[in-house]
């Protein structure tokens, strides 16, 4: 049999095609920025899949040479859930924009949960001249102008198909860890990731320590975008189940085939001590013998009470290794991550709309601390994400508000709480340092105390100095000495008030001996009564805002409980820590110390008095004469500790008379606010004040402001009492007053005006 004889015009035919067709694939490539390859003999070309981030536009084309006539470029301008419900009107005006030479047609190949929106050209099989390629090119760039506009209004999808299909069957125990989209952002922390994935790769056990689950939850998707750029076999994983033991994490990880990453929350170990050590050591040396590593994440303390390993423990720094994650990951770095991963949990998120819920994040947290916008940061990426789905653009409004109420939540279940021994929390720290050095701050006090201007000038100073220089690990501290009610416990509680903190008095005198205090305040050992119970000074050391902690009256208190306080507050003072009843030690740096001191025996009214012609003394002679004294009931060491204290002298009578005036001002407001009578305005009489100071004996004003506060009442309480009974108002009326002398003098009244 001959051979068949082959029409040179048709070999011809061919070879400018094909020539064409590799024209067309080369202006795809370089216009779309995209990588193409040949198939069928060189007869068609197709986009190649990439797993690097790609940003807007056209990714996937497909050429193909029809019968040697024209060739067909098919486009893919866009592709997105089933489940997407969206507005369509700007997608079909963007399609308006096609030429008449683009045809819009079924999509090749059909993705399972998926539809695309395709287009084509149909371009002659003849190689194109520099005339007819211009348009060709214009052409193209047209379309991916057009994409890139379709796209901003759809969700993007990112292609994890291949992870989930790894994870299908074990998808009850654990969920993959997912790698960043966009990898170009992350180079700065690579050498830390790196470091991570060495230690894995020698089946070491890293336990990751960071103080935000969200920085965790980055650094962990990094390493899964390390493993995956390596082409690596090996995958990161999640467990699904809350709480699982040191046995059953053991027999998950010889199931699965990746490397788990376990929360120290999720860990559950005995509770003997004694055997805990063990439990640990053998679950970590298993997991090294059957080269399968584990990635444990969590707060430092968290991990440490995991793997401390207890009582008679003996720890190796290989097992495991512990790694600190830096915090100096940009706050876009982290909205972008954050909104990657809540939008992993709806049908997307469209780059139109990432842009525009990252700036509201961006306007909404700006003014807050970097601490503070990490810890709420996932809470609010989760609302921008519901508003955005629900009521579009518009709805991202309420993110001012979403945003204000979590910064401003405060309460918790655990009342005071438990939080970790060491520095100050950067939050709390900046908080102190904002509110403490802070302009206000000394106009406030004086505000609100009355007749301490010089004492109070010194305290505000020493307060600044506390907070800008004192290291972070050791507690504020300062010092007021001043006969009794001259407002000293008051400046502590209005220090707590403007900090809006909690404010709390340990009265060391009512300590009746020393066992007795150390019980209260560090708890007893195990075994005693109420030994479960958590120390008085660690639920206060515990609360997450800081607290101001008042120690009044420690000179007043017995020899031993003196002592006793003084050695255990030195050290607290000098270390920041704590040490409990049960011997695990807590920090204490969150709490600002305010000791009240007013000497015993009637020593600091007799120092305020100067022997012989040469009239009072000066503040400097006072402040050196109790510097004298106080070294007769303390030791030298904690009176270094608690520094130079500040003096508050005797009130004056224009400033007892003013304290009147505040006092009787405020009964009224209470008693008006418990009967429900709404008083607009008082209105208090000129003098009224120094005329109940100049009218009572000396021995009642000897006892300062507290007496004083106790008599205000009195002259409130019978006066409202009696304004009431003359005049009937509705509840919740609304009433202005006048607050004035009665004929006799001896009380006041109040008229409505």
């Known amino acids: 049999m001959s051979s068949p004889i082959l029409d ?444 301490q201007d010089a004492g109070i000038e010194k305290a505000v100073k020493r307060l600044a100095t506390e907070t800008v220089a004192r290291p972070s690990n050791q507690p504020i501290r300062i010092c007021i000495v001043g006969t009794p009610a001259t407002g000293k416990s008051e400046t502590a509680a209005l220090i707590a008030k403007y900090l809006s903190i909690p404010y709390e008095n340990i009265d060391a005198s009512a300590f009746s001996n020393s066992s007795m205090a150390n019980t209260q305040l560090f708890g007893s050992g195990p075994g005693y009564v109420d030994s479960n119970k958590i120390p008085r000074l660690m639920q206060i050391a515990s609360h997450h805002q800081g607290c101001v902690l008042e120690i009044s009256d420690l000179d007043h208190a017995s020899l031993d409980v003196r002592m006793q306080l003084a050695e255990n507050f030195l050290q607290i003072l000098q270390t920041g820590r704590a040490q409990s009843g049960f011997g695990s030690t807590f920090s204490c740096s969150s709490i600002i110390f305010i000791f009240t001191l007013n000497l015993p025996d009637g020593a600091d009214e007799k120092l305020s008095r100067k022997l012989g012609f040469g009239g009072n003394p000066s503040r400097k002679e006072m402040a050196h004469a109790v510097e004298s004294e106080l070294k007769k009931f303390f030791s030298g060491a904690f009176l270094s500790r608690i520094g130079q204290p500040v003096l508050y002298t005797h009130l004056s009578k224009t400033s007892l008379a003013c304290i009147i005036e505040k006092n009787i001002n405020n009964s009224i407001r209470t008693a008006s606010e418990n009967i429900f009578i709404n008083i607009k305005e008082i209105k208090i009489a000129p003098h009224l004040g120094a005329h109940f100071i100049s009218s009572k004996t000396n021995d009642i004003i000897a006892f300062g402001a507290r007496r004083l506060e106790d008599l205000s009442r009195e002259l409130a309480a019978n006066a409202f009492l009696a304004f009431v009974k003359e005049n009937c108002y509705a509840v919740d009326a609304e009433i202005n007053i006048n607050v004035c002398l009665s004929s006799d003098g001896n009380k006041i009244l109040i008229q409505p005006y």
């Open 8 to 451: 040179p015009s048709k070999i011809w035919k061919n070879e400018t095609s094909k020539e064409a067709l590799n024209q067309i694939a080369d202006i795809c490539q370089k216009t779309l920025l995209i990588e193409v390859k040949k198939i069928k003999s060189g007869s068609a070309f197709c986009s190649i899949e990439s797993n690097k981030y790609l940003p807007a536009g056209i990714h996937h084309v497909i050429g193909e040479i029809i019968d040697d006539v024209y060739i067909s470029v098919k486009l893919e301008l866009a592709h997105v859930n089933n489940e997407f419900r969206g507005p369509l009107k700007k997608i079909f005006d963007e399609l308006a924009k096609v030429g008449k030479k683009v045809s819009l047609i079924a999509p090749p190949e059909k993705v399972k949960g998926q539809s695309s929106l395709w287009v084509e050209i149909k371009a002659d099989a003849n190689p194109l001249s520099p005339v007819r390629a211009a348009p060709f090119v214009k052409q193209i760039a047209e379309l991916s102008d057009i994409a890139k506009s379709i796209q901003e209004q759809l969700p993007v999808i990112t292609h994890y198909d291949q992870l989930m299909a790894l994870f299908e069957d074990y998808k009850d125990v654990v969920s993959p860890v997912f790698p960043l989209k966009d990898t170009s952002l992350s180079l700065k922390h690579n050498d830390i990731v790196s470091t991570i994935n060495n230690y894995l790769t020698a089946a070491c056990c890293v336990a990751i320590s960071s103080a935000y689950p969200i920085i965790s939850d980055y650094f962990l998707s990094m390493i899964a975008t390390l493993l995956r750029e390596k082409s690596s076999d090996r995958y990161l994983c999640l467990l699904t189940q809350s709480a699982i033991k040191s046995r059953n994490l053991l027999e998950l990880v010889q199931k699965i085939p990746f490397i788990p990453v376990v929360s120290a929350e999720q860990l559950s170990f005995g509770t003997i001590a004694y055997e805990m050590n063990n439990e640990i050591t053998s679950l970590l040396r298993s997991l090294l013998a059957i080269n399968k590593p584990c990635v444990f994440v969590g707060t430092h303390s968290k991990l440490q009470s995991i793997f401390s390993g207890g009582q008679l423990a003996a720890n190796d720094p290989l097992m495991p290794v512990v790694v600190h994650l830096p915090d100096d990951v940009s706050e876009d770095l982290l909205i972008d991550f954050s909104l990657e991963k809540a939008a992993r949990e709806t049908s997307g998120l469209s780059i139109k709309a990432k842009s525009e819920i990252s700036n509201a994040i961006h306007d909404n947290t700006a003014k807050l601390s970097k601490g503070k916008m990490a810890h709420i940061l996932p809470f609010i990426a989760n609302s921008g994400m519901n508003l955005w789905n629900s009521m579009g653009c518009d709805g991202l409004k309420d993110l001012e508000v979403i945003t204000h109420n979590l910064r401003t939540s405060t309460e918790t279940l655990s009342g005071l709480g438990r939080q970790v021994p060491g520095k100050r929390d950067p939050e709390i720290q900046e908080h102190f340092i904002k509110s403490l050095t802070a302009p206000d701050l000394l106009p406030f006090l004086k505000a609100n105390l009355f007749g």
